[in-house]
């Protein structure tokens, strides 16, 4: 960081002695005006800045030749110029090019700094995703053109949160190979510490597709912290079918350690394939039906026997709602049965579904233990993922471009203030 630390105090000096030595007129409007102004200022001089220490990172006597890709010698041709967007704006620097007799041309520095000639520096099409993995592309667009000097088309912030989306594919594809590697499990599982108790929430949710509406499935690893505040998620999402996403769900929970947790605990809804994959999956964990989903049966039947909202539906929810939690369920399915004649189909559903899960109904178990039994976490996971910004109006995706966006969205929503999807760890 000396470097850094040099630059800033000269930069502070020089702007100090700057200002103070001015002895013409200098009159704003306002501290608005003069941040303007100086934000225009500092920009121009970020372009000077990074243009010379790219300049600088290059060799002073460039190599006669480089390595080229056929095998063969690349000869210096001259000095180059080329253009990268950067969050200050568009930044031009000077670099040794060489070609080689086959046809192909090469710039070293480029390769070494990762610059994509007459593209978006790394840096910038992070805070372009960053922005759309939160707004729709055109809302980006138009915010960051007030924050940055560089104009981003909603095509080019599509373009970066897509790229945001290829690099989590490829992260993920990595690891869906280490975690069936039964070497790399072993070496893994020796450097990481089991965690006491982990949870793993899956679901699925509806996006607007180009051709109608389609499934993604979801999954988040989590933590409860002292407070039993859900903490430490870890948001995964695709649009693949169940088998390839319970290899998703794997090599995540393998990531992450969850295989190696001294208690995990599976939380979901009453979909089928949840269960039957969370058993073949993770036999020994707890599994547990989301108790505000099973709520949300009683919510059903109270709505049709009493009318939505009215006083009698509220007392009959909260009445049940108890016999659920206490975990009194020949009771609860007795009570739906007596409802049956005002309300058939949420009476016959909310029976059906407490038979079948009757056993990952146990609440007044898994609460003696200390779990939790619906966080909440899954729903809000969805609603983050999908509502949030995948339904946002008007939109229609194709199949790609919503499995890309997603996966972007949930490295965001799992890193939040760390987001940097294009420098993901990668399984060796
Ligand atoms: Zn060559």
Known sequence: MEFSAYLQAGLEAAAETLMRGYEGERRAGSLADMEQVVQGILHAVGRCMVKEWVEAEAPKYPD??????CGKQAKYVRQREAVSLTLHGKTSYRR??????????????DKRLGIEPGQMSVELQTIAALFGVQEAYATSSTTLARLLPVELS?????????????????????????????????????GQVPVERMYLSVDGFQAPFEDGWHELKAGVLWRADANQKACDQHYF????????????????????????????????????????MAKRLFPKAIHIVDAFHAASYLGKIAADAFGEGTP????????????LLEGHLAQLMHACHTLR?????????ARRYFANNRTRLRYPKY?????????????SACKQLGLQRLKLAGARWSKEGARKLAKARAVFLSDKGNFSPFTLPQVA
């Open 96 to 109: 040794a090019y060489y070609v080689c007799e086959c046809g192909q041309g090469q710039c070293p520095l």
């Open 154 to 190: 909603p095509n080019s912030i599509r373009a970066a949160c897509q790229s945001a989306g290829e690099t989590v594919l490829s992260a993920e594809a990595a690891l869906l190979s280490a975690s069936t590697d039964l070497h790399q499990q072993t070496a893994t599982q020796r």
């Open 341 to 349: 004649p005002q309300a058939p189909a949420a009476a016959a559903a």
């Open 312 to 323: 009698q539906a509220l007392t009959w929810f909260n009445q049940h709602k108890s016999l």
């Open 367 to 379: 609460r003696a233990l200390g779990l939790q039994i619906g966080s909440g976490v899954m729903e």
């Open 64 to 69: 006669e030749t480089v390595v080229c890709g």
């Open 237 to 276: 999402v695709d649009t693949a079918t169940i088998d390839e996403f319970a290899n998703l769900v794997w090599a995540k929970a393998w990531e992450h350690g969850a295989d190696l947790a001294k208690q995990l605990v599976v939380l979901g809804d009453g979909s089928v394939w949840i269960w039957k």
